[in-house]
């Protein structure tokens, strides 16, 4: 994927995400917080109030957050195993 549509389609799932975190704030139906924390944490590394925005939650709580970062390391080294498997499967 071209590296600006990856920016492009991360902002795009983080402001979905924070879009649907200030609609969770006033909906009973959704976890408004959530929400704006998976919002914040994709977006953390593109802006500089998203990135204050983790430091609070990181402070706030600190083992949730290690938690949710080694998770994405997971699915990155995962996702980086099935491309590398596809690769070799396809000439």
Do not use: C, H, S
């Amino acid at each position: 994927m071209n590296p600006l549509t990856a920016a492009l389609v991360r902002k795009l799932a983080g402001f979905g995400l924070l879009g649907l975190g200030v609609l969770g704030l006033v909906l009973p139906i959704l976890q408004g917080f959530l929400f704006l924390a998976l919002g914040l944490f994709i977006l953390r590394d593109q802006y500089g109030w998203a990135r204050d925005g983790m430091a609070k939650l990181r402070a706030r709580w600190p083992r949730q957050v290690e938690g949710v970062e080694a998770m994405e390391t997971r699915l990155v080294g995962w996702g980086q195993r099935q491309g590398e498997r596809l690769r070799r499967l396809l000439p």
